[in-house]
């Protein structure tokens, strides 16, 4: 049974910094290019950044480009989420996903498998 656990989220200062992590299991972790989407309130879900299989690309959405990384650690299984210069309008359930593709993806109807989200709150 796979499961994706997020963990990390919390509140924190405008211009502060969380990092969330999402740990997998019941997969091949290092043949699934992995994302980060977010849901504000009464929104729908968006990219936030994503992660090909082997690390070696990224890609973001442009209103957290240079302020988030993306990042993976195959051997343990798990994909992080740096997020510095926070912003009140970062505030979301962020969740993390993964799909089987060796690209990373953007898209959510592309994605097999989600965590249950974490909660980030930015403070202004």
């Known amino acids: 049974q796979v499961s994706l656990e997020e963990s990390g989220g919390g509140l924190v200062q405008a211009g502060g910094s969380l990092r969330l992590s999402c740990a997998a299991s019941?997969?091949?972790?290092?043949?699934?290019?992995m994302g980060w989407f977010r849901q504000a309130p009464g929104k729908e879900r968006a990219f936030v950044a994503a992660?090909?299989?082997?690390?070696?690309?990224?890609y973001y959405a442009d209103s957290v480009k240079g302020r988030f990384t993306i990042s993976r650690d195959n051997a343990k299984k798990t994909v992080y989420l740096q997020m510095n210069s926070l912003k009140a309008e970062d505030t979301a359930v962020y969740y993390c996903?993964?799909?089987?593709?060796?690209?990373?993806?953007?898209?959510?109807?592309?994605?097999?498998?989600w965590g249950q989200g974490a909660q980030v709150t930015v403070s202004s």
């Open positions: 996903a993964a799909v089987w593709s060796i690209v990373a993806v953007s898209s959510p109807d592309e994605y097999d498998y």
């Open positions: 019941g997969l091949t972790f290092s043949t699934y290019a």
């Open positions: 992660i090909s299989w082997s690390g070696g690309s990224t």
